[in-house]
């Protein structure tokens, strides 16, 4: 049902570290090693110092909703399968300053169907839930509200 999915290049090594804690259940962002910055999305080099050193930090996975929109067609067709659903934004309550997109969705093993996207709020708190698709496991998000 998932199939046709945009998804990832697991050998891109900037982001290795960061779809590899998914799989193993962990949301780990990427922190340089020289002057502790994280970022996101993930990339080679630190925007503060522009070391090319850097490490993962493994997150809580807890956050608030900071945006979300509710998709609808016109959407790609294996999209528009599942329309309308909502992705959210999510703000990191470690770091605030990292936010992270998904889907969001009524618990584990649930999709987008699960949400009733008219009780979706900004500063909604949620927490990351994993899923496969295909090969990949990718985050998203799900809140009390919502199970
Ligand atoms: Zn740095």
Known sequence: MESGWILPDLSN???RGFWDGCAEGELRIQTCSDCGATR???RPMCPRCRSVDYGWTA???EG???SFVVAHPPLLPAY???APY???T???LEDPMIRIVGGLVGGPGLDAASVDTKTIEIGDPVH????KVEDVTIPRWTGAKWA
Do not use: D, Q
């Not at 990351?128 to 899923?131: G, H, L, R």
């Open 64 to 66: 608030r909703i900071w």
């Open 13 to 15: 090594e900037a982001t």
């Open 40 to 42: 996101m999305p993930p």
């Open 80 to 82: 528009a399968e599942i």
């Open 128 to 131: 990351v839930v994993f899923a």
């Open 90 to 92: 999510v703000e990191l």
């Open 86 to 88: 909502p992705v959210v």
């Open 59 to 61: 997150m809580s996975g």
